[in-house]
């Protein structure tokens, strides 16, 4: 019973990690669509921010949702991969406190 448990939270914790890497994706190449990559930034900010204030709930969420946001609204932030490092304080930072 044990093992079937620790198995289905490394599934869920690898789920969540493509979830990140596609999200992250989303974000980064909504950038590189020549004449639409500003303007889809202002509508994937808000998606992004409401997306990770879902997935990691609680202060956290809250506070990764608004940097989320803010980093697909400001300029020459869409490189860095908000969802791929919320995902490793979760899962490596978070749990280790």
């Known amino acids: 019973m044990e093992q079937h448990k620790n198995r289905t ?10 979830l990140s890497l596609l999200l992250d994706t989303i974000g980064m190449v909504s950038f590189s669509i020549p004449l639409i990559g500003e303007f889809s930034d202002v509508i994937w900010a808000p998606i992004s921010g409401l997306i990770m204030a879902k997935m990691h709930q609680g202060t956290h969420g809250k506070v990764a949702g608004i940097f989320s ?8 932030t869409d490189f860095i991969p908000t969802f791929t490092i919320m995902w490793f304080y979760k899962y490596y930072i978070k749990k280790a406190n």
């Open 9 to 18: 939270a490394q599934d869920a914790k690898f789920k969540d990690l493509g």
């Open 69 to 76: 946001f803010l980093e697909e609204l400001l300029p020459v």
